[in-house]
């Protein structure tokens, strides 16, 4: 079973930058799409984009000025940056496989997800 | 405000049925048979119960199924247990490469 583990700050200031890392365990991150997903609190779900092992993204529209993410095969991990932050952006952020791998277009494997507070 | 619309809340007793429902536009459900649904209990990682409208992953009860009809998704949970009280999420791919959830559904087991 692969495990996805999120990590980085858990406080960011407004308009400064969020950074958070995945490492994907017991498993290869080639040959995947992963994708980042955040939840504000009593809020839905919210995909924000995702990155293929080749490099190549795809990212939320509504999002997509202020997102950047990358992938690291040598260290089977991942990582998203999301600019000028503002409290809107407060969240629990997780790392999900998919879409588009085994399931279609599902996202079969979440990690625990890490809070983010954009606050001063 | 969620792309997709799902009802805030359902219950149901034990060994009864639930059905939760999940309303798109012709740009997402409507437009593919992309939907999935996740099981969430709080403090632990979502779990994919239901893709591409009515597949189940290895090791998911058939007590969960989907279906779809126009716009509308729905997510069934027969013979209910007191281990499905969760949230539930419905998700589907829309149009320009994107995909959206709903609100989520949060399920009480009386």
């Known amino acids: 079973q692969v495990y996805l583990q999120e990590s980085g700050p858990g406080l960011v200031k407004p308009s400064e930058t969020l950074s958070l890392t995945c490492t994907v365990s017991d498993g290869s991150i080639n040959n995947y799409y992963w994708s980042w997903i955040r939840q504000p609190a009593g809020k839905g779900l919210e995909w924000i984009g995702r990155?293929?092992?080749?490099?190549?993204?795809n990212y939320n529209p509504s999002l997509q000025s202020r997102v950047t993410m990358s992938v690291d095969t040598s260290m089977n991990q991942l990582s998203l940056r999301l600019s000028s932050v503002t409290a809107a952006d407060t969240a629990v952020y997780y790392c999900?496989?998919?879409?588009?791998?085994?399931?279609?277009?599902?996202?079969?494997?979440w990690g625990q997800g890490t809070t983010v507070t954009a606050s001063s | 405000q969620s792309a997709l619309t799902q009802p805030p809340s359902a219950s149901g007793s034990p060994g009864q049925s639930v059905t939760i429902s999940c309303t798109g536009t012709s740009s997402d459900v409507g437009a593919y048979n992309h939907v999935s649904w996740y099981q969430h209990h709080p403090g632990k990682a979502p779990k994919l119960l239901i893709y591409?409208?009515?597949k189940r992953p290895s090791g998911v009860p058939d007590r969960f199924s989907g279906s779809k009809s126009g716009n509308t998704a729905s997510l069934t949970v027969s013979g209910l247990q007191a281990e499905d009280e969760a949230h539930y999420y419905c998700s589907s791919h829309a149009v320009n490469r994107n995909w959206v959830f709903g609100g989520g559904t949060e399920l009480t087991v009386l």
């Open positions: 990155v293929y092992s080749s490099g190549s993204t």
């Open positions: 591409e409208v009515s």
């Open positions: 999900v496989r998919g879409p588009g791998g085994p399931t279609g277009e599902a996202f079969d494997i």
